[in-house]
């Protein structure tokens, strides 16, 4: 059975031609690892390529799927073979950033995939379980364009953001698990005295972008915001915490459900978590402003919720990388995964 699935995927790699695939020897050796018992980093890196390479083929029949599985797609269920990425998605791979949990056997996987359109790519991100070498759990989300998850997005700057956090530096005092599971019980905790160095060169990005942020009146900041670790973040106190912890990378996957509202900004709109009261409270106050210029077209406040994937890195005493990667749904919604 394995084997013969093994074989098909493999068969399967080429004829997709996507660029991410091993080559043949190493799949080779993949396979014979993939029938032993554990799934070391190469095996769990052989997994989210093989879920690529379905979604590419359109095929997610060939995956290995445990009896009974977990999945979402943007945040609400559905069987693989019903979601919208195995219709759309024509390439894809390989990951950009791959953090990857042998203890837990979970990876979180992001890049930016085409659905047919060179000048328009989305961004797939996602997490998968995997037990006994089947996928247990997979939780995917296909941002397409900014509106998604509430304002910054790009899948152009992606690739070249996320190199940088897969090559950290030979000599880093790495983090140990214990210390990665502290920092993602603290990011959305509702009481926590943490205090965290952020490295002067920390990387804070939302769906890919460096945040720029030039303010509702359009007169701030052209240069892009680095990480902070503020008192006032949004909390969520059924946050999923050490969903990936690689140690090896020093990254750490927390998932929170977050509760805010999408203001009008500027010409477009923006997502404002409701922990940020002073950010809401200063959209309220321009938004009267402009109403009584009497400019036309704006956005009435909406409440919403952002199911938050964060990606946080972490070594040398200090968090290297910040990712606050959101998918919205409609007001006070909770999560499929709880
Ligand atoms: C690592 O090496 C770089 C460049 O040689 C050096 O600047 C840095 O201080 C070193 N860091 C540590 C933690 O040893
Ligand atoms: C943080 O809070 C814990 C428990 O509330 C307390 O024991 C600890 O001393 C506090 N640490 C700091 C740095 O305030
Ligand atoms: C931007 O403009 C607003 C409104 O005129 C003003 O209150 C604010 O101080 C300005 N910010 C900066 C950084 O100039
Ligand atoms: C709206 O914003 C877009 C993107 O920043 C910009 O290209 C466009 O000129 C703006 N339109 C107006 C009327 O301000
Ligand atoms: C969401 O929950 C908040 C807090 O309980 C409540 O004030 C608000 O009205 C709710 N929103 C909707 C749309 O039900």
């Not at 797939?124 to 070498?133: C, D, E, F, I, W």
Request: proline content about 4%.
């Amino acid at each position: 059975m394995k084997s013969l699935f093994l074989s098909t995927v493999a068969s399967l790699v080429f004829a997709a031609g996507a660029s991410s695939m091993l080559a043949a020897s190493s799949i080779d050796q993949h396979a014979s690892d993939l029938l032993k018992g554990d799934c070391d980093r190469e095996c769990m890196a052989f997994i989210v390529d093989q879920v690529l390479a379905s979604m590419v083929v359109h095929n997610p029949y060939i995956l290995p799927m445990a009896a009974i599985y977990q999945a979402t797609e943007n945040s609400h269920p559905a069987a693989l073979g019903m979601m919208t990425a195995w219709r759309t998605v024509t390439e894809a791979g390989p990951p950009s950033l791959l953090a990857i949990d042998t203890t837990q056997g979970s990876a979180y996987f992001a890049l930016d995939v085409s659905e047919g359109s060179d000048t328009e790519r989305s961004i797939l991100r996602g997490r998968v379980k995997v037990v006994n070498q089947e996928i247990t759990e997979l939780e995917v989300f296909i941002n397409r364009y900014r509106g998604d998850h509430g304002f910054s997005f790009s899948a152009a700057e992606l690739p070249s953001n996320y190199e940088a956090l897969m090559s950290p530096p030979d000599n880093r005092t790495k983090a140990s698990r214990a210390a990665l599971t502290a920092l993602s019980e603290a990011l959305f905790a509702t009481s926590s005295n943490m205090s965290v160095r952020v490295d002067a060169n920390c990387q804070f990005t939302e769906i890919g972008w460096k945040v720029i942020d030039t303010g509702t009146y359009n007169n701030e900041t052209t240069t892009p915001l680095s990480c902070s670790w503020p008192s006032d973040h949004p909390t969520d106190e059924n946050a999923r915490v050490g969903l990936v912890i690689d140690e090896k990378l020093g990254f750490v996957v927390t998932s929170g459900m977050i509760q805010g509202k999408v203001y009008p900004y500027q010409n477009v709109s923006a997502f404002i978590p409701d922990a940020m009261t002073s950010s809401q409270e200063a959209q309220n106050v321009w938004l009267n402003e402009v109403k009584a210029r009497g400019v036309k077209g704006l956005l009435a406040p909406t409440e919403a919720t952002g199911e938050t994937l964060e990606v946080l890195q972490y070594y040398n005493d200090a968090l290297q990388t910040m990712q606050i990667n959101v998918y919205m749904s409609g007001p006070n919604m909770t999560s499929a995964w709880l």
